[in-house]
């Protein structure tokens, strides 16, 4: 479909709203999936980045398990038609109420964050008469040289568990038969590009499984993780992220054993590209020597620039339209909402722009919609899919 087809097409819906390239999710999907295939690796999608049903069902007809960090999330992931084994459950503040739903749903794993949680889910399986297959969660202390809101794996982060505070994790496991070990899980932030940082990563496990080992703990599983990045600055160039050079890395990296499973937890990178923020400009406000393009999709819709100081690509696609002369000014596009971290750029080379054009702010999908909130009572954004346009023939 031509831009200025789809342009003509989201003038008539209300916005703001996300727009869900449903093609480019099931390319991603499957080139992911090629890529992990060629080394008998699995993954599991990391629900947190978007749960949206209509993306969830093309992630299960990939054939993709689940990894949730929520009861609901276990529950959307179970009613989504994921079988529970493919289930996985990680997250530092578990309540009893979702170890026992998880426990009674039959997941594949929890990644346990701590000794004082493993001693609750032994408690609650004991109680409820289920095994509960664990992996602990490994701080490994690597730094993921990322912002550091989506760092996770150093010492100042409250996920996984240290290496030294291992021994009472290892006893328990060893005592008790309502937990059965699994393996280790690690994941130490999100949007990494640096493939030195998964190097790191992968010699960090090789060292880590000696230590079960040494204490006797077979490891049956691997869990890396997600944290694998996405080129937000060029979205046409790079829609699908090189995910045969992530898992060769991995590869090339990471001691693997006889009969062991490697699984990933991918989010940002299966998502982030097929999904865009559709806005238009209700205003252009001069204001001194800056002017503001007053957009009307604000932080409530999308928190991530607010939230990690992050630009996401703008278009003007009423511009791309009409292709008028393009005649460039600076402009800062700002949203509605009474907070002045609100702002989705600053002094960005634009194109001329007037109240009304529609405007998509891209590589949304992941991370986006889920972190919506109605701060200012507002509404929250509608979604429209890819798969639901049908352009009139003439
Ligand atoms: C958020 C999260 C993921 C997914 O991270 P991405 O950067 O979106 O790939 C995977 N595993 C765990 C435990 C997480 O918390």
Redesign the pocket.
Known sequence: MSTEDLVSVFEKIPTPFYYYNLDLLRETLTRAQEAAGKYSYHIHY?L??NADKRVLEQVRKAGMGA?C?SGNEVERAVAAGFHPSDVFF?GVGKTDHEIRLALEKGIGCF?VESFEELQVIEQLAREAEYVAPVAIRINPRVDAHTHRHITTGTEINKFGILEEDLQPVFALLEKSSWLDFKGIHI?IG??ITEMDVFRHMCERVNTLQDLFLRQGLEISLLDL????GVDYNHPEEYPVPDFEMFFETIHENLNVHPGQHVHF?????LVAQMGDLITRILYVKKSGPRTFLVVDAGMTDLIRPALYETEHKIENLSWRKKREEKKEIKVDVVGPVCETADTFARNLDFPYSRRGDILAIRSAG?YGQMMSSHYNLRNAASVVYSDDIRIAKP
């Open positions: 990391a947190k980045a990894d960090v990680a990644n994941h999100s949007q993780g997600g944290g694998f937890e991918l989010g940002r990178s992941a």
